[in-house]
């Protein structure tokens, strides 16, 4: 049996499955946590790596690691980290954004050279915020490379040239996925001067080995991995419920949103991958649950026994900010307070109804941008949720298929360190197991309008 090894770096953990080549069965796994907050070592990322990979990566043909997009990893000329990674969900660099975004002419000018408009999360914007705030650690970076960029490198020995693929390097700001190629003038408008990129390999090249031998693959970001772990096709949408939440579809062509909602990422096959992103995902449920002092199997239970539309009550899930809408500095909103609506029961609807809305927003924007919507598919954490499931083809209005439990980031950089191995034209075809269906019913209609309409009265 040949057998490959799948990584996923995320931003809480570090999952390794072990997986047969040619089935896309795993085999074994393992996970190791990562520290907590917007900012970590990636020593940090390493050392999780070292551990759940202990026993997997060394009886694995081939590896290859799909990671958190975005995050800013510098090293300096002997290759050591020059300070704590940045992360995506660290939002200190929203006004280096707006900076950026005027300085180069507009949202429609960046949209047109790289397929993004800077927001905190994308990487161009965090080099900003460090050339301002710590000009000592900027005059020592000699390199920046993302989280997956690292531990390929890592895995590697640490040679000489580094190298990252089409999928992460879409998100940086300052790589094309219209022209497949850096732009250093944004690098440099961004920095205020060279720095060293990673080589971007192709998307099934054997990019070095590991040092138990095993053939290493470029690696992808996350959400790449993740479509890549879902043999995705045209007419397909992801709707990821993990610490982040995303909408994303895969693309013949490039997507330039100037509006920035869409980003025109490029996929880990040669293709594109426009993606909505919100920082409210799953921690809402989380959060709703702890305020009405039960778990999230009580949330549930509440929530389902809230008729749709939670009495009128309406929750903008901003918690942390948010990204799409670009509102970095925003917090939660709970509006339509009555006192027939005030039960816990509504409460947790709301928080249900409200999560899904502002996805939902995500995939409208995918559909203005071209992308076809003929189903949903419905990833992480609360995807387990049985409310999300009972509400999510209500709000979206259209079929909603849940697919089996798994990691599917790590099974994507599977499929991709199985299809480098191989040399075959095209990724191996490995089933997907789907766990539910769920068709849309009326009235869902009713809650996006009043979803849209509290976001309007109080962000514009």
């Known amino acids: 049996m040949t057998l490959v090894a799948g990584i996923d770096s995320s931003t809480q953990s570090c999952k390794v499955l072990l997986v047969d080549a040619d089935s896309g069965a795993v085999v074994e796994s393992a996970r190791a946590d990562h520290p907590d907050g917007t900012e970590v070592d990636p020593r940090a990322w390493w050392a999780a790596l070292s551990q759940a990979g202990a026993g ?28 704590p990674a940045l992360l995506w969900n660290d939002t200190r660099s929203a006004g280096a954004a707006r900076d950026l975004t005027e300085e180069l002419g507009g949202p429609g000018a960046w949209a047109d050279a790289v397929g993004l408009v800077p927001v905190a999360s994308f990487t161009v914007t965090k080099l900003r915020w460090l050339a301002r705030h710590e000009p000592a650690n900027a005059d020592r970076v000699d390199q920046v490379m ?11 020995g640490r040679p000489d040239e580094p190298v990252t693929d089409r999928g992460d390097a879409s998100g940086t700001g300052y790589w094309s996925a219209a022209t497949n190629a850096y ?21 099934a090249e054997v990019v070095g080995t590991t040092a138990s031998g095993a053939a290493l693959a470029a690696g992808t970001g996350d959400n790449m991995g993740a479509a890549l772990g879902l043999t995705l096709e045209p007419g397909d949408v992801v709707v990821s419920l993990g610490t982040s939440g995303t909408a994303f579809a895969v693309s013949e062509s490039p997507v330039a949103d100037a509006s920035g909602l869409v ?24 959060a709703a649950a702890t305020m009405l002092g039960t778990d999230l199997a009580g949330l549930d239970r509440l929530a389902l026994e809230a008729e749709p539309g939670a009495g009128g009550m309406v929750l903008l899930p901003y918690l942390d ?20 609506a005030m039960t816990p029961a509504n409460l947790a609807r709301a928080a249900v109804e409200g999560m899904l809305c502002g996805l939902a927003d995500g995939v409208d924007a995918l559909a203005a941008q071209g992308v076809v919507v003929e189903r949903v598919l419905l990833i992480g954490g609360a995807a387990r949720s049985a409310a999300v499931r009972a509400v999510a083809a209500q709000v979206f209005g259209t079929p909603v298929v849940v697919p089996a439990a ?28 789907v766990e539910a269906t769920t068709q849309p019913r009326g009235g869902g209609e009713h809650v996006r309008e009043a979803y849209a309409a509290a976001r309007i009265r109080l962000h514009g």
């Open 56 to 83: 997997l990566l060394e009886r694995a043909d081939a590896v290859a690691v799909g990671g958190q997009q975005h995050g800013m990893v510098v090293v300096d000329a002997d290759g050591e980290v020059v300070r």
């Open 146 to 156: 993302l989280p997956h960029d690292y531990l390929t490198w890592q895995l590697a």
């Open 321 to 340: 900010g948010e990204r799409t809408p670009d509102l970095p500095d925003a917090t939660g909103s709970l509006v339509g307070l009555t006192r027939a």
């Open 406 to 433: 798994g990691e599917y980031v790590a099974r994507g950089a599977a499929r991709q360190a199985a299809w480098a191995l191989s040399g075959a034209a095209a990724p191996p075809a490995w089933p997907l197991d």
């Open 263 to 286: 980003a025109g990422f490029a996929d880990a096959t040669g293709r594109h991958l426009p993606l909505v992103a919100t920082l409210n995902a799953a921690r809402v449920l989380s």
């Open 183 to 203: 732009r250093p003038d944004l690098l440099r408008l961004g920095f205020g001067r060279e720095l060293g990129v990673p080589r971007v390999a192709g998307p």
